[in-house]
């Protein structure tokens, strides 16, 4: 167990960036929306995602240069560039989701000393202010970044599915309250798509073949980011199915009807456990959950669009940390404008998460693309397993982002 352990390291890393606030709100909806037909969505997000991240593990110690600079030298730079800004826009949109689930989680908690007052417009848009200024510091203090971040991902990651496992086994233990009913109501689909588009993050993929080379792994330590990647997303998935469950279990079938608009009515899913003190639980976690992919988030936007300028792809170097900044900088800024809009929490951080399926195509095409290269034989070869299953992601890719722009169109018209 300690040896697997110690293997892990990149992909446990994408997985925290993942299972953020987003994560755990969309897997909620869709229990409570879906129920049990939500499973088979999470295990074939979970499998598509194996074979995207193990790809781009393998990608990384195959090639001596960064992915971008693979791109550039056989499409050109312009492709290379491309490849960087849709990455950074997701990231954008991704971020905002973030910063949006750090003021909703921490809304209750305010009202609950103030008794009962909620936190003002002003006081939701300083908070953000402070919280990225406290990032934005952590970032440039950090001597050994990815070292320090590596450890926090494991413990932060380590908590989270031991809290969810536990909750989940008193959920099912507990007597329900109400008589379970088919739901007549639509299910979310918008939801949905920002769940699969979480769980199957072929962004955090990308990044998967930057980290290996910040570990500095080489072609030797291929096994090692296969078993790294498996275990990772596999992690990842797990905790996707159990929040989805408990959400099934508690209020999926409810008579009354559950719109999950805040996260106050998203926490009764800890009532089980945690009581009345479920709303605190859930707060605190979804704050912890943001803090896990707060940093890493966005040092993915920030090092492969330097990357994609030729401007350098590691942690240690100056351009890498300063478009990091500004990732983290314009994720705040669209979530103080959506929170100005007063719209639900919940539905922004889902409608968020949705608008990321947009540009996976592209990066699944640019990872599928590097990892079939004619010149790749022997060891560098990539098994074909692996090439099948990135394949196969960027095709429901596609179609996930055409459904989801009409999904959108529907929503911004209707």
């Not at 739901?183 to 072929?202: E, Q, W």
């Not at 707060?294 to 936007?301: A, D, H, K």
């Amino acid at each position: 167990m300690k040896k697997l352990l110690q293997s892990l390291g990149p992909a446990i890393v994408v997985a925290a960036v993942v299972l953020g606030p987003g994560s755990i709100l969309t897997s909620s909806k869709v229990g409570a929306s879906f129920g049990p037909l939500g499973i088979p969505v999470v295990i074939a997000s979970v499998v598509l995602m194996i074979g995207m991240v193990a790809l781009a593990a393998r990608i990384g110690v195959i090639y001596e240069g960064s992915p971008c600079d693979e791109l550039s030298s056989r499409l050109g730079r312009p492709v290379a560039v491309a490849v960087g800004l849709i990455l950074f826009l997701l990231v954008a949109l991704f971020q905002s989701s973030n910063n949006i689930a750090v003021v909703a989680g921490l809304s209750p908690l305010v009202e609950i000393v103030n008794g009962g007052v909620p936190l003002s417009l002003v006081s939701q848009v300083l908070l953000l202010v402070v919280f990225n200024c406290f990032v934005v510091s952590c970032l440039y203090l950090m001597r050994n970044l990815y070292g320090s971040v590596e450890k926090l991902m494991k413990i932060l990651i380590g908590v989270m599915v031991f809290a969810f496992l536990v909750n989940f086994v008193v959920a099912h233990l507990t007597p329900r309250s109400f008589d379970p009913v088919a739901p007549t109501a639509k299910g979310d689909l918008i939801a949905l798509v920002g769940m699969i588009g979480t769980t199957f993050s072929v962004g955090g993929a990308f990044y998967q073949s930057y980290l290996v080379k910040e570990k500095g792994w080489g072609i030797g330590d291929a096994r090692r980011g296969l078993v790294d990647s498996v275990v990772g997303i596999s992690v990842l998935g797990l905790v996707t199915l159990i929040i989805l469950m408990t959400a099934t279990r508690v209020f999926y079938g409810n008579l009354d009807g559950v719109t999950l608009a805040g996260i106050d009515d998203v926490a009764r899913q800890l009532e089980p456990l945690f009581g009345p003190w479920a709303t605190v639980v859930f707060s605190l976690g979804i704050v912890a959950g943001a803090f896990s992919s707060f940093l890493v988030n966005s040092m993915i936007g920030g090092t492969v669009m330097a990357d994609s300028i030729g401007k350098g792809s590691r942690l240690s170097q100056r351009w890498p940390l300063h478009l990091t900044t500004v990732a983290l900088l314009t994720g705040m800024t669209v979530a103080i404008f959506s929170i100005l809009r007063e719209g639900s929490t919940v539905s922004l951080i889902t409608f968020a998460q949705a608008l990321t399926v947009l540009g996976i195509p592209a990066l699944a095409a640019a990872l599928v693309y590097l990892g079939t290269r004619r010149e790749l034989t022997g060891d560098r070869r990539v098994p074909r397993w692996i090439v099948g299953l990135a394949a196969a992601g960027f095709l429901i890719s596609c179609a996930l982002a055409i459904r989801t722009a009409l999904a959108v169109w529907e929503k911004v018209t209707g």
